[in-house]
């Protein structure tokens, strides 16, 4: 059977040409898939091979953007630079989202925390330690990656994290990491290391607000279960 090619078909089918003529918005994720890729194989066209990698994860947009660039490349067509284009892309999501979360002004509760570093650190396969530094408004002065690979009281650098505060003149700071497996309930070394970081904190008179544990679609506050 002849293979038919995308520029063959009806204007409104091309994913390019339809978002030109009518926005963006109405292309599906497979034809914004396919723009990235720009091209399928010698068996299905580009937006038939985007449906197939989505297939592959359930339609879901937030497991694509897990897939790393060894793993698109699994897909017959996709190469190395079609690969990178897509992970480029949904990381480039990803930071846009981190951003406009990042706009709150004001932390008031555990919430506002996870609001600023779900899209962040929730779905990484890996432990990221983040500290957020607040003036005596509760305003987000800066935001730090403290560690990065592992969670044990060595990996976190107390010195370093109220260095950053003094500089700051900050009067507050609040930290979190992710945990990758998914469960929530703080282990031993996350206990000691908010108690260490807590004590430091009453030295230098910089108040340790709370401590979250954040997956992707949960999180756990120290402060809220009133351990801190």
């Not at 994913?15 to 292309?27: I, Y």
């Not at 990381?91 to 008031?108: A, D, H, P, Q, Y």
């Not at 998914?182 to 206990?191: E, Q, T």
Request: hydrophobic share 45%; with cysteine; net charge positive.
């Amino acid at each position: 059977m002849e293979k038919i090619s995308i520029k063959s078909w009806a204007l409104d089918d091309r994913p390019r040409e339809k978002l030109m003529s009518k926005g963006k918005t109405v292309l599906s994720d497979a034809e914004l898939i396919a723009i990235l890729i720009s091209s399928g194989n010698r068996n299905e066209s580009a937006v038939a091979l985007a449906k197939r990698i989505l297939l592959s994860v359930n339609n879901d947009l937030n497991a694509l953007a897990k897939l790393s660039v060894e793993e698109l490349m699994k897909f017959k067509g996709i190469g190395e630079a079609k690969a990178i284009s897509v992970v480029t892309a949904l990381e480039f999501g990803k930071r846009r989202l981190f951003e406009e979360r990042t706009s709150v002004s004001k932390i008031k509760s555990s919430i506002d925390v996870v609001k600023i570093m779900q899209a962040l650190i929730g779905d990484l396969q890996y432990e990221e330690f983040w500290v957020l530094y607040l003036n005596n408004s509760n305003k987000v002065l800066a935001k730090h990656q403290l560690s990065k690979g592992g969670f044990t009281a060595t990996l976190v650098d107390i010195r370093l994290l109220y260095k950053r505060a003094l500089e700051l003149s900050a009067v507050g700071v609040i930290v979190c990491h992710n945990h990758p497996s998914g469960k929530l309930s703080p282990s031993k070394s996350d206990i000691e290391i908010t108690e260490k970081i807590k004590q430091a904190g009453v030295t230098l008179e910089i108040k340790l607000l709370d401590h979250l544990i954040i997956t992707e679609k949960a999180y756990f506050s120290f402060a809220d279960e009133g351990i801190l």
